[in-house]
């Protein structure tokens, strides 16, 4: 199977503080695989180095046998961990601005999700709380049919009903002709979701394989081996 | 390229419209009260300080406030989506230019011919428009009003490509550590060795070409017209290799900043 | 639903489906949920609902027909032995566990004919 990302001995220093230390990954084209690990393990940097928003100190990122560029951005759709709207937007602004700029975004995919979402689209994004920014920013970044969905953190600090409008929404919009690379520690609510699972140690790879393997081989489900891993 | 300049657009036009109106009202005030207070009382003499003082407030906050639409970029969380639409730095930075650009010429045009309308109102000076006109272009050609806007424009966009470069290198410099001002520092450092990189380049060759005729000439001769008093008006000549050597950095500054901020900003 | 024991989700899945079978819940020739409504409702990825139901036509428990989707087997044995199977599973369990305890065959049977006349009042 072809993979959509090649990752080859990635490495991210700052000063001489290791973000990432020589990592190599692939994922193929199609699966949804999880980057597991506590605040500060570099998940959000490979993230990062990925979407173009950070420089690696050596080693190389391929997205679709590209460079990350203007190429590979028009082709990952990424939900930051952060609220990346502009602020003087509405919901409808920010539906412009995708349309605009995306050519793989789908007007009535976003309709059906922000309705699902129970968003109105001439609400003011800056009167959002956190819970709907969160629904809001997912439902742009899932209206695209990218190749590549990049989701950073999608469901951290979210009320519980939000939290499973965000799963379901996930799940409703997978489809085997693209991939997803969704970080998180929260492993409970998603593993079942995840097909390959990486877990990030210090900027190390110290766990990979898939899901259901890991789980047969080890005897456990996927959020106990990650509480064994990280409770060293 | 354009689309990014529209929602450009759309995120600062309130704020450029708020201050529009303001800067009009304190116009009004300024001339309603020269027109009536002839014999200058203090609360008019303290209230025009006060408009004056706080039109260049505006003025200053007004500039701060479009320059520091590229800053926002840099180090605010909005980054995170314009960094990963698919553009080029190049199209970004060219963005942010053409706007801000457009914004002060915007500014400029609409507080000037104010101006003279309010002028032309309050002081019923009978005034023959083709008069005045023709007064005015007996001072100054139209070619040269030509060659005034496009030098202004060159210099704005001089000047804002040096201070969008200097922004982005004070983000990468000391590995993306934010730095309050270190811009500005950047900003007068670059400046003062641009300028005196021109200085040299004029001296080194002192070719002038005339605009009124496009006649290159030397030192020598433009100090000789001068003396002789043949060139009238405005003096409308420049040094070529000053000229070309500005617009180079000026170029070099722009690929620059894309660069930076496509290749090496780490948000 | 959550999966909280420590089996791969998908034999979890196929356990899910195995009693509702057996319950009467599905019969013979009921057409399963689709993958992608099962995975849906039990958020789980449809890879593994697939899986689950790829295993469960191994043991001859469900068909598929191409473009239809996944029926329960239409053979009333199969369901019948499935229904033996597991309660033997269950009572091998307990038998496993129950000896552990150090209580004899008699006692045993003494206890569960108790335990019968007591849920029967």
């Known amino acids: ?232 | 390229m354009i689309k990014y300049m529209k929602y450009e657009i759309k995120g600062t036009y309130k704020y450029i419209l708020g201050i529009l109106a303001l800067v009009l009202i304190l116009i009004t005030g300024i001339y309603t009260y020269i027109s009536r207070a002839n014999r200058g009382s203090h609360i008019g003499t303290i209230f025009i300080g006060l408009s004056v003082l706080v039109l260049f407030g505006t003025a200053l906050a007004t500039f701060l406030y479009i320059v520091g639409s590229f800053r926002k970029e840099l180090y605010d969380d909005r980054g995170y989506l314009t960094f990963t639409l698919p553009l080029t730095g190049n199209q970004i930075v060219g963005s942010k230019l053409i706007v801000a650009l457009l914004w002060f010429a915007i500014l400029g045009t609409a507080i000037a011919m104010y101006n003279i309308v309010m002028a032309l109102i309050l002081n019923p000076v009978e005034v023959n428009l083709s008069e005045l006109l023709s007064m005015v272009s007996h001072i100054i050609s139209m070619k040269e009003i030509v060659v005034i806007i496009l030098g202004l424009i060159f210099n704005g966009v001089n000047m804002l490509v040096l201070i969008y470069f200097s922004m982005a290198l004070s983000r990468v410099t000391f590995r993306n550590k934010r730095i309050g001002g270190l811009w500005f520092v950047i900003f007068l450092i670059l400046s003062g060795v641009i300028a005196y990189g021109q200085y040299n380049v004029g001296e080194l060759l002192p070719y002038y070409v005339d605009l009124n005729t496009f006649n290159i000439e030397s030192m020598n001769t433009l100090r000789h017209q001068l003396n002789m008093g043949i060139n009238t008006g405005i003096m409308m000549s420049t040094n070529i290799a000053a000229s070309i050597y500005s617009i180079a950095i000026t170029v070099i500054l722009f690929i620059g900043t894309g660069y930076l901020i496509e290749k090496k900003i780490d948000l | ?121």
């Open chain 1, 1 to 232: 199977m072809k993979n959509i990302v090649e990752i080859k001995d990635l490495t991210k220093k700052y000063f001489n503080k290791k973000a990432l230390d020589n990592i190599t990954l692939n994922i193929e084209e199609g699966k949804v695989v999880g980057i597991l690990g506590p605040n500060g393990s570099g998940k959000t940097t490979l993230i990062k180095i990925l979407t173009g928003l950070l420089r690696q100190t050596s080693g190389e990122a391929f997205i679709d046998e590209q460079k990350v560029g203007v190429y590979t951005k028009s082709i990952v759709s990424y939900l930051p961990d952060r609220n990346f709207l502009y602020k003087w937007m509405t919901i409808e602004d920010a539906f412009n601005l995708f349309k605009d700029f995306y050519s793989d975004f789908d007007e009535n995919k976003f309709e059906e999700i922000l309705n699902f979402m129970e968003l109105e689209k001439s609400v003011k994004i800056e009167t959002l709380s956190k819970g709907m920014h969160e629904k809001l920013n997912l439902t742009l970044v899932l209206s695209r049919n990218a190749k590549l969905y990049i989701l950073d953190e999608p469901i951290a600090g979210v009320d519980p009903v939000a939290r499973d409008q965000i799963l379901d929404a996930i799940i409703n919009n997978y489809n085997d002709k693209s991939s997803m690379l969704i970080t998180t520690h929260l492993v409970r609510d998603m593993e079942n979701m995840l097909e390959d699972v990486v877990f990030l140690k210090d900027g190390n790879i110290v766990l990979t394989g898939n899901a259901e393997s890991l789980r047969e081989e080890k005897g456990k489900q996927i959020d106990d081996i990650y509480k064994e891993v990280f409770s060293q």
């Open chain 3, 1 to 121: 639903m959550e999966f909280n024991n420590n089996l791969p989700i998908y034999i979890q899945i196929m356990n899910l489906i195995k009693s509702k079978m057996v319950l009467g819940e599905f019969n013979g020739g009921d057409k399963l949920p689709s993958v992608r409504e099962f995975s849906k409702e039990l958020k789980v990825n449809p890879n593994t609902i697939q899986r689950g139901y790829q295993e469960l036509e191994r043991e001859g428990l469900v068909f598929t027909q191409r473009g239809m989707g996944t029926f329960v087997t239409q053979d009333v044995d199969a369901i019948k032995n499935l229904k033996k199977k597991m309660a033997d599973e269950l009572i091998d369990g307990f038998f496993k566990e129950i000896k552990k305890l150090g209580i004899e065959i008699d006692e045993i049977k003494k206890i569960i004919s108790e335990r019968i006349e007591e849920d029967k009042e």
